[in-house]
């Protein structure tokens, strides 16, 4: 029998969870270091819940979710709920860290991009030896710290679908349904009302067999004899096909993300729709007036108001931004007053179905496309270097000094001139050890800068930065996105000073060091009166002019790095070959001010590159260096006919572990059998800022012993 609890009128689909200044992050960082025990980490994150439940509850907001919070990622919460815990885990100190981050004898999992957003997840490794055993410790933990609080919570749960398709093992379908079952049973008996499991994968295109594995599913956990009522929500898109088969199963709600998909035609009588009419990707305001008519025009037994998906990916506050422009701030809003405005829609009067206010949106303007000349040529006239060239991707560890200088600054205890000066010795710093360590191509290790993105925001007319805005990337690592809220120019040069004074340290060539157009948008919250490609192509004008500059100060090597787009690519195919036709055109337009002389480098991490390696290649970049390492070097069976230079990465920087020799050794001869020698490069995954210095020189100088090996012998 079903059960008959019915949905509260207002809920969030999930929340942020690094604390709103970051206390998660610390607490991380020194219980790793060996600062401070399990007992002191857990202490910290029982604060972190008791204080979003406490803050939600009083916004007003009636349904609060549980099991949201994570001490690294949900996905690999939802493995160990799960027990697909791998063998050679499971003996470590501690063996959820070991598959986040590595341990001296273990790699990490891999890591990968959470859909079309820059949350990272723990790809779960999913085999034929994998044996699913229900460990509910943690969703039942939560239920129960906030049930102690005076709170009835939620749990929510990677569900069984979306976990096996980014596992890759969706033939295991029926050996996972086991412990779900087991779980509903568990959760049922602690007397929870609802569960909710979160299904985006549903909302990509999905086979017929991969359909039928959602009707097979959900009829199966439906039937349980004894569970909560079940919510499915499906963020990040439009459920298409994958709506009537949920509808035809005993599901009691779906959860539709209203804004990036349309009203659904499927009439959902005998359903809860919790409806995402309020964004949980953006920073901008709700129009009550089209969210109103929205879910006025949603046919279903009872229409609960929503966020389009978790609120992980907006900072927590606008209360924590004085320093924001007031005309700007009017427009805005973060995690709580998204919040808000879900308890003021759901107590609003619904119009009368109606047509739903268009949003109006100005055609794009066409854009010219200068070219540079072939490859060929531009290879006879760039500079020569030996076979398989070193270099890094272009950050040095970000030391404390340099972070407190910055605040410094800020602060107004600490005169530009003196934190130029600061700068400029970890510049020369950066140059000595790599000239030291051996390396072919040096960077100058961007000690100047915050954020690969936030850096060119605060030089670019614009954006807007805040002070506290952070969002979560993986871990305890995060960011702050810039607001990008007007037309984009720039005032002046941004890199060209710092990066002429680290050439002049040296006589080995130094790479300028920019981020490109589409990674600037996708890292950022952008305006939502222009097309993205629009947007994309007036950064991408700011970035050329950036690069003739740099050009002109005589810099040779010039990286303008993409690592989101991948990210950026619609999880539709049908939209997918427009993207990337207009994305590859922004990044050409930023970077056809150089002239076949000067080397044009990009890199790209953590995306699942291999997918879209042809758009890669039409970049028309010199040299892509791309992260391999920590993915065991999957890219390499998809670039055989890559026709420029490439540099697969040979060391992971998202783990704490020294590669060895050997390991770094063996991944370059995969790469050199792959492609020709004269092409490939050598790299680590990404840049160095998380890292210590200790880290990094023990790591890139077993790079370089290997490369030499490779080299004496080929």
Known sequence: MSPTAVFPASTVLGYPRIGP??????????????????????????????????RLAELGLDGLPSNTFSLYDHVLDTAVLLGAVPKRYRDAADPYFAMARGTEELAPLRMTKWFDTNYHYIVPEIGPETVFELDAAKPLGEVREARALGYETRPVVVGPLTFLLLGGALDRLDDVLGPYEELLAALAAEGVAWIQLDEPALVGDRTPEELDAVRRAYERLGAAAARPALLVAAPYGDLGAALPVLAGTPVEAVGLDLVRGGVPAVDLTGKTVVAGVVSGRDVWRTSQERALAVLAAVRASRVTVSTSCSLLHVPYTLAAEPGLDPALKERLAFAEEKAAEVVALAAADRPAAGPIPEVSVPPAAPVALEERGPYAVRAAAQLT??????????????????????????????????????????????????????LDVLVHGEPERNDMVQYFAEHLDGFAVTRNGWVQSYGSRCTRPPILHGDVSRPAPITVRWATYAQSLTDRPVKGMLTGPVTIVAWSFVRDDLPLRDVVFQVADAIREEVRDLEAAGVRIIQVDEPALRELLPLRRAAQSDYLEWAVAAYRRATSGASDHTQIHTHLCYSDADQILAAIDGLDADVTTIESARSGGRILGSVPGFGRGLGPGVYDIHSPRVPAVDEVEALLRRTVEALPIERVWVNPDCGLKTRTYEEVEASLTNVITATRRLRAEL
């Open 21 to 54: 200044r970051r206390e998660l992050k610390r607490a991380l960082e020194s219980y790793w270091a060996g600062r401070s025990t399990q007992a002191e980490l857990d202490r910290v994150g029982a604060e972190l819940r008791e204080r979003t439940w406490r």
């Open 385 to 438: 270097l030996p076979p398989l060239p070193t270099t890094t991707i272009g950050s040095f560890p970000q030391t404390g000094e340099l972070r407190a200088a910055r605040a410094a600054v800020v602060a107004g205890t600490l005169s530009q001139a003196d934190y130029e000066r600061r700068v400029e010795a970890e510049i020369e710093r950066v140059i000595r050890l790599q000239e030291r360590l051996g």
